[in-house]
């Protein structure tokens, strides 16, 4: 899942995302509030982390512009504003929740969790043929087997469990999962992927991941019809 953390102060913002991407999110960081809007207007983000104090506009006019948009991600406002007042004005604006400077990280990360299962139209468990996926407690399993994933290896995972039965470019997974440019990562994708395939589907004769020629990679289960027989697609 992707993140927009709104924040000028750089050693907040570099902590903030620090933090995140440890917990296995890919995040772009604005340090005004012009820079966000155009974020959020080129890029489709699953959440947006928004500080109020910002050097060119105040962030309750970013929470105005993003909010005019026709799909809105959650809206959570981190800033040092702690009065009543300022909270209040904050949800009554639209964001979806408010939390005070000084923080603890553990509980942003606990309020990040909670929006974005609140956001999410897909069910917080998800499966393909004996293959589970948690999204809430992050955890793998096939065949009831427990499988331990590294935060970039489950968020490939995820991204390709929720897109089941679509190819995905290795650009849309780097964009989705990494917080860079697919510049200069051409081989990263195909690196975790054969980590992933070591872990979910060497051992069993039922391959999910498969390759397709010419686009890059999608998880699902194989055509009855390519049972025993050569697989569309080049898939592997």
């Known amino acids: 899942m992707r993140l927009l953390v709104v924040e000028d102060e750089k050693r907040i913002?570099?902590?903030?995302?620090r933090g995140l991407e440890s917990a296995g999110y890919a995040v772009d960081v604005a340090s005004t509030g012009l820079s966000a809007v155009d974020h959020v207007h080129s890029t489709e983000y699953d959440l947006v982390i928004l500080d109020l104090g910002l050097p060119d506009i105040d962030g309750l006019q970013v929470l105005e512009k993003v909010r005019n948009r026709k799909t809105v991600p959650p809206i959570l406002i981190l800033s040092a504003r702690d009065s009543v007042d300022?909270?209040?004005?904050?949800?009554?604006?639209?964001?979806?929740?408010?939390?005070?400077?000084?923080?603890?990280?553990?509980e942003?990360?606990?309020?990040?969790?909670?929006?974005?299962?609140?956001?999410?139209?897909?069910?917080?468990?998800?499966?393909?043929?004996?293959?589970t996926l948690d999204?809430?407690?992050?955890k793998v399993a096939r065949a009831n087997e427990s499988i331990e994933l590294a935060p970039k290896e489950f968020s490939i995972l995820e991204y390709m469990m929720r897109n089941r039965?679509?190819?995905?470019?290795?650009?849309?997974?780097?964009e989705h999962v990494w917080?860079?440019?697919?510049?200069?990562l051409t081989n990263i994708v195909d690196v975790y992927i054969r980590h992933l395939r070591?872990?979910?589907?060497?051992?069993?004769?039922l391959k999910l991941i498969h390759t397709?020629?010419?686009?890059?990679y999608m998880l699902d289960l194989p055509e009855p019809s390519a049972a025993g027989a050569a697989p569309i697609s080049e898939l592997h």
Do not use: H, N
Not at 179 to 184: A, I, L, T, W
Not at 212 to 216: A, H, S, Y
């Open 198 to 205: 070591s872990k979910i589907d060497d051992k069993w004769t």
């Open 13 to 17: 913002a570099d902590f903030l995302g």
């Open 86 to 106: 300022d909270r209040v004005r904050g949800l009554e604006q639209g964001a979806d929740d408010y939390l005070v400077k000084p923080f603890a990280f553990v």
């Open 135 to 138: 999204c809430i407690r992050r």
């Open 212 to 216: 397709v020629r010419g686009i890059g």
């Open 179 to 184: 917080d860079m440019d697919y510049d200069g």
């Open 108 to 131: 942003l990360l606990a309020r990040v969790r909670v929006l974005l299962r609140r956001g999410q139209p897909t069910p917080e468990k998800l499966q393909v043929g004996d293959l």
């Open 165 to 174: 039965g679509r190819p995905l470019s290795r650009t849309m997974i780097v």
